[in-house]
């Protein structure tokens, strides 16, 4: 009979695809690479807007190449590739580029998020021929009013259009890829939910997803205070499966980790082999483990990998 640890440990290894949870010390299941840290957009529930950190970075090639270089080594290992983390990738000129370097190594899975805004028809096409396999736009309202409240700084008329257009090329030129438009549960848009399901369910294609998220705590106030009502006591599935990595290359702990306030390495200086196995991780993983995760003040109360999404195809 297994004991509540064991028990832990098997459901958070088949949720990242391991028989064993120790297996995770192989190599990131996921990684999260951000070729910049650039934004168009100074929306209210991301803590891009409320980051202290003022310093804009854009990935530099060699350091890109290394990065790719070790990955390739893990190609049968890993299952997706982000090429993407705070910023909006497309302000990235080398973007297309960078994806196709991904997918000749042989990557199975490369994902990118966006607000759309800069994703015209030429730009569109490049991505996917590129080799581009998730393509994720967030709009959250399809009401102007609220979208310019949501997602200060973007054109709506832009966006709209951008999105509608990206589905028709990408039917066109990469019908293998997945489209998911993704909408976040606000105030300003909860009672708009319905509507916004119905609107892209109509429009998106076999196998993409509509997705509406909760808006996770972290964005709703400072670690240090959340209250305990919020607190989660079981480990996080992030730490045991994805390395994410700034522009600047340092590794943060998570994709909460904004400030890289709890940076676990960098890559400039080392392997990211050697930083997934590094002394920081692994004291991480045990107090997540052991039942002590609410001791980390940005775990505290954080419920980014707990939220259950409203989704329709």
């Not at 021929?129 to 997602?151: C, H, N, P, Y």
Request: hydrophobic fraction near 35%; include cysteine; glycine fraction near 4%.
């Amino acid at each position: 009979m297994y004991n509540d640890q064991d028990h832990v440990q098997i459901k958070l290894a088949q949720r990242i695809f391991m028989q064993k949870l120790e297996e995770c010390e192989k190599f990131p299941k996921y990684v999260e690479v951000e070729t910049t840290d650039r934004c168009n957009a100074q929306c209210p529930m991301c803590t891009k807007a409320i980051s202290k950190n003022e310093h804009i970075s854009v990935m530099g090639d060699a350091l890109f190449d290394k990065i790719v270089d070790e990955l390739k080594d893990y190609t049968d290992w890993i299952e997706g590739v982000t090429i993407q983390w705070m910023g909006e990738p497309l302000l990235d000129r080398n973007l297309e580029d960078r994806i196709s370097k991904l997918k000749e190594t042989g990557i199975k899975k490369v994902m990118l998020s966006t607000n759309a805004s800069l994703l015209n028809e030429s730009r569109c096409e490049n991505l996917l021929k590129a080799g581009l396999d998730d393509l994720r736009m967030s709009i959250d309202s399809i009401q102007k009013e609220t979208f310019q409240i949501v997602r200060h700084g973007l054109h709506y008329e832009t966006v709209m259009e951008n999105a509608l257009n990206a589905i028709k090329i990408r039917d066109r030129v990469r019908p293998q890829t997945q489209i998911r438009v993704r909408m976040i549960d606000l105030a300003e848009t909860h009672g708009e939910i319905d509507e916004w399901l119905k609107f892209w369910s109509a429009h998106l294609g076999d196998g993409d997803l509509a997705q509406v998220m909760p808006q996770h705590t972290t964005a709703l106030w400072n670690n240090n205070t959340a209250v305990r009502e919020h607190w989660i006591d079981e480990p996080c599935v992030s730490l045991f499966s994805t390395a994410v990595i700034s522009a600047e290359g340092r590794v943060g702990l998570c994709c909460i980790d904004t400030e890289l306030d709890q940076q676990i390495g960098d890559v400039n200086k080392n392997t990211i082999k050697e930083i997934w196995n590094g002394e920081k991780i692994r004291k991480y993983r045990q107090m997540h483990l052991h039942g002590s995760r609410n001791d980390i003040p940005l775990c505290r109360g954080c419920d980014c990998w707990n939220r259950n999404f409203r989704e329709e195809e």
